[in-house]
């Protein structure tokens, strides 16, 4: 759980506001004084994950009408101030779970952003004859665009989680640097905060000084990683080199990272819905002062076993998934609601930063991600995915989706979504995760 | 509603039973004339032990697990597998904050004005060092830690050094990793016995959590542990310090879910007042009863039969105690009819309990996973396992009828529900009931495919007497105690080891420290494999 200890003693609890708007507003006049680091030239594109747990109830989440002429049902209501700026992929499959048959939660979780089968290990789970499982067995899709957009900034990623369970295993993690390498979520925003922004209250000369000690830290770090690479065996070389070069990166933008951000204060509460709101502010304050490019927010973690008090919902997420009754149902869509209305509140987040001629979300692509469709079938076919926001083309700047839709995707592989992402973002591939599922990107997503 | 109309091999007849070693000592595969173990990657320590090693170290009460990331538990124990560029950063800033908290008048006598600054830098810091390296230094570490002092007191004086040298000591792999070397030119595949040091920390890291005392670092430089006699004395030494609670509460932490009391809710219209306090106080007494256990009866059979609890004052009621007139926790004789060791303890059942009904199918799977170490798989894909919501007219074991009588189910289940059926006398929090529904409780149940532990019983009470007595249940938690000791799962070089322990924990009687001697002298925790060359991937 959150600990807020006296040693953050630079996060100033002060009366601020929590209504929406409000938090931001301050810190965009901060910005345009000339207090954060300078835009480049051109503005950055940025990506950004939500991820929501136990699937939800199609039949309430599917729009109804395609194209443009399509309606919200009752878990996507809270979307509807942002119509214009959503695009519906409903109808993706998560193909790839089918070509080794694990646990369904495993796999839903493992496979939802990185569409390859999982690595065996000794996570038991699944059936008789599914093999235990370790981690996912490729890169997520955030990672991939990071090292694409992410290779300047103070952090290359930055991944949140609200209220992630404090084991670490395939259910409770979905980005992924490679096959194996799973990046854990921070679920303190405190800590997000200190990690992102440092202490806003130092002076230039605190800050100098620390990052000098910081940069002596890791050379004596670095040799000595170096002294131990060449006594080990090949396999533990790997492993040590994953944290060498994690390290090497880290002083790279270390020393790379020269300007000031002057968020404003954070009022930390620990209820769960401030923390998420929390860790959507500090996204979108890191995304403005350039910070880093990519960040994603996990809720908790397959198969959440959580109830949601704050709606009224006593019992926990998990098992009313596997309750038919209506009421079960009913309390369903009502959690699965709040989520969309957790997603509405990061678009809201984006579009209140001014960014050139628009805004943040004008300049990101939001995705809603999830591990399940029927949480009670444990299945992964029609995917409740959605994207919304948007990124310019680099040939003439215009948007390069076409949103403001619903368009079904009639069963295709959830690997051909992330291909028009990795696209999107100046990657030219035609393959992600299986490459026997991949077709190619959606071009029914793109603007004309 | 149904189960989905499919054939499932499910779990028709046959079991996996990795507490049986896979081959047996007359294996030719296997010869236990010379030792044998497995590869063990690459670990960075737990953040567990991080707190543990500066506590020692330091003597500082700082937490720095508390920002650290979570280490892998795909073993079902933490282990320490990949750095990721999260924790590469926490690990920097854990090193900043504990080399800025630490008192450095506490660590020695050495006036700086008098004797010289290097001088004092260097008396001050490589005894610190040696331990938190867990060997003696070489030329080249010590030269390194004294160019670390000198950058820092280029930036602030001569305390300012100190305090990064300590930093620069926190962040470097011997301080982060486990780390035990090959032998020069040793063939991939070839065992060959850990150095004294390394076998030191492996030695203290399992009982302590934590980096060697110089008393075991000084036995290690001195050969005293090359000799099975000079490892024993030294192992027991470490068992019958205070420190050794450290182990035993991070493996009931780990094997029994401990962590999961801190978000653990129950339903305030089925048991109102029951709050986060009392989920805390059960965890505590759960504690408590282990180290009595211990103190008086270090068994398999104790920890499961013993009549006796830990009881405060607020959690009384769940025992169906009187409250201690004094604070804290009391030894508590209790019914023996209703309580009898770890199985009825209302912590576990709570634990093992939905918020709003007990679990059986849960309290069955705890079972059979953690006592018997018999994995399960999960239910079949495509059914819709329905959770029955309390229903007038229905008791538990009528709601799960399901399970038994649809034969889709019942593969798996005829394994689960009639040993969690036997736990339908406590509630969710634990407290003992005569009546679901108004009608009498059947607690009747039985355990299948259980080798010496199965059989019929009537109740937790017996079924707690029958497994703590059989031998498959001695063998598991042998098991369990030594994958927490190797931190890795047992594979069929282990063999050797898996039959030793399990024979001395047997001749003994399932006691304790006996089996935890027995781990620490086996050959895969004394010996290392050196792995093939040929990476990964």
């Not at chain 1, 040799?223 to 990166?249: I, K, Y």
């Not at chain 1, 020269?258 to 769960?272: E, K």
């Not at chain 2, 700082?62 to 073993?75: I, K």
């Not at chain 2, 504690?287 to 008086?296: G, S, W």
Request: with cysteine; net charge negative.
């Amino acid at each position: 759980m959150t600990t807020f200890s006296s040693r953050r003693r630079f996060i100033r609890q002060a009366a601020l506001g929590a209504a929406a708007g409000t938090v931001l507003a301050p810190f965009v006049k901060q910005l345009e004084r000339g207090g954060a680091q300078a835009q480049p030239a051109e503005i950055p594109k940025r990506f950004l994950v939500m991820f929501s747990p136990n699937g939800t109830i199609p039949s309430q989440w599917t729009p109804s009408g395609t194209g443009t002429e399509f309606t919200f049902r009752r878990i996507l209501a809270p979307l509807e101030p942002h119509r214009a700026r959503v695009l519906v992929t409903s109808g993706l499959n998560m193909s790839s779970t089918l070509i080794i048959n694990h646990d369904a939660h495993q796999a839903g979780m493992g496979h939802a952003l990185t569409a390859i089968p999982l690595l065996p290990g000794d996570t038991q789970g699944g059936c008789e004859t599914c093999p235990p499982s370790s981690w996912a067995g490729g890169p997520s899709v955030d990672q991939v665009i990071a090292d694409r957009i992410g290779t300047t900034t103070k952090l290359r990623s930055l991944e949140l989680g609200v209220g992630v369970d404090g084991r670490a295993r395939i259910y409770t993690r979905m980005c992924y640097r490679a096959a194996g390498q799973p990046l854990p979520p921070m679920n303190s925003p405190v800590d997000a905060y200190v990690r992102v922004f440092g202490d806003p209250n130092a002076d230039a000369d605190a800050v100098r000084n620390r990052l000098a000690r910081r940069q002596s830290l890791l050379d004596h770090q670095l040799e000595s990683l170096d002294a131990l690479q060449r006594r080990l065996s090949a396999v533990d070389r790997e492993r040590l080199e994953v944290h060498t070069e994690a390290v090497r990166d880290l002083e790279r933008r270390l020393e790379a990272y020269t300007g000031t951000c002057n968020p404003p204060d954070l009022r930390p509460t620990p209820d769960i819905p401030s923390i998420g709101r929390m860790h959507a502010d500090i996204l979108a304050m890191a995304f403005a002062c350039d910070l880093t490019r990519v960040g994603s927010i996990q809720w908790y973690h397959s198969g959440a076993y959580v109830p949601l008090p704050w709606i009224g919902v006593g019992e926990r997420h998990h098992d009313l998934a596997h309750d038919t009754s209506p009421g079960s149902i009913e309390k369903l869509v009502r959690i699965n609601t709040w989520y969309a209305e957790q997603f509405a509140y990061l678009i809201a987040r984006l579009e209140s930063v001014p960014q050139g001629t628009g805004t943040l979300a004008d300049h990101t692509v939001l995705f809603w991600s999830n591990e399940l469709s029927r949480g009670d079938l444990h299945i992964h076919t029609g995917m409740p995915f959605l994207m919304a926001g948007n990124i310019p083309r680099a040939s003439d700047g215009q948007p390069t989706f076409a949103t403001g839709r619903h368009v079904p995707l009639g069963g295709r592989a959830h690997n051909d979504l992330f291909i028009t992402f990795l696209q999107a973002y100046g990657i030219e591939t035609n393959v992600f995760g299986s490459r026997q599922l991949c077709s190619g990107p959606i071009t029914q997503l793109l603007a004309a | 509603m149904a189960c989905a109309l499919i054939s499932v091999l499910g779990c028709q007849g046959q079991i996996a039973d990795p507490a049986r070693p896979p081959a047996a000592p007359t294996d030719p595969g296997v010869h236990c004339e010379d030792p044998t173990t497995a590869t063990s990657p690459l670990r960075h320590i737990t953040r567990t032990e991080y707190d543990f090693i500066v506590r020692d170290l330091f003597d500082l009460e700082l937490r720095p697990s508390e920002s650290l990331a979570p280490d892998d538990v795909t073993t079902g124990y933490e282990v320490g597998s990949l750095v990721s560029p999260l924790l590469a950063e926490q690990y920097l800033y854990a090193a900043e904050a504990v080399g800025a908290a630490v008192d450095l008048d506490a660590l020695g006598e050495c006036d700086p004005a008098a004797r010289g600054e290097e001088v004092c830098a260097r008396e001050l810091l490589t005894p610190l060092a040696r331990r938190a390296y867990r060997h003696d230094l070489t030329v080249e570490e010590t030269a390194a830690i004294i160019r670390a002092f000198a950058r820092g007191r280029a930036f602030g004086g001569y305390r300012a050094g100190l305090r990064h040298a300590l930093a620069s000591m926190l962040v470097s792999p011997q301080f982060l990793y486990h780390v035990e070397l090959n032998p020069s030119d040793a063939e991939p595949g070839s065992v060959h016995g850990l150095t004294s040091f390394e076998l030191a920390a492996r030695l203290s890291f399992f009982v302590w959590r934590s980096v060697p005392d110089e008393e075991l670092l000084d036995a290690a430089a001195s050969g005293a542990l090359d000799t099975p006699e000079g490892l024993s004395a030294q192992a027991q030494r470490l068992l019958e310090d205070a420190r050794s609670s450290r182990g035993l509460h991070d493996f009931h932490r780990q094997w029994l879910g401990l962590d999961a009391f801190a978000t653990l809710e129950r339903d305030p219209a089925y048991y109102p007042g029951f709050t986060a306090a009392h989920a805390a106080e059960l965890r505590a007494s759960l504690e408590a009863y282990i180290d009595e256990v211990m103190r008086t009866d270090a068994t398999v059979e104790g920890l499961l039969t013993s009549t006796f609890a830990m009881v405060s004052a607020p959690i009384a009621p769940l025992f169906g105690v009187e409250p201690p007139t004094e604070e804290g926790f009391h030894r508590v004789e209790l019914d023996p009819d209703q309580r009898t060791g770890l199985l009825t303890h209302p912590a576990l059942l709570t634990l093992l309990g939905k918020p709003n009904q007990s679990d059986p199918i849960h309290r069955g799977i705890f079972v059979r996973t953690k006592l018997l170490c018999q994995p399960l798989p999960t239910p079949p894909n495509d059914i819709i396992p329905v959770v029955p919501e309390p229903m007038a007219g229905q008791t538990t074991r009528e709601r799960f009828d399901q399970h038994r009588s649809d034969p889709v189910c019942a593969g798996c289940h005829r394994l689960i529900d009639p040993v969690g059926f036997g736990f339908e006398h406590y509630d969710a929090i634990g407290r003992w009931r005569e009546t679901d529904d108004d009608r009498p409780i059947d607690a009747s149940g039985e355990i299948v495919d259980a080798a010496d532990a199965s059989g019929e019983f009537d109740g937790a009470v017996e079924m707690a007497l029958q497994l703590g007595s059989s031998g498959i249940v001695r063998d598991c938690v042998a098991t369990q105690w030594t994958r927490f000791a190797l931190n890795r799962i047992e594979a069929r070089q282990d063999a050797c080891t898996t039959e030793d322990v399990r024979r001395r924990f047997a001749e003994s009687g399932g006691d304790f420290r006996e089996l935890l001697l027995a781990i620490v002298e086996s050959p895969s925790f004394r010996h290392r494999q050196v792995p093939s060359e040929r990476p990964t991937r």
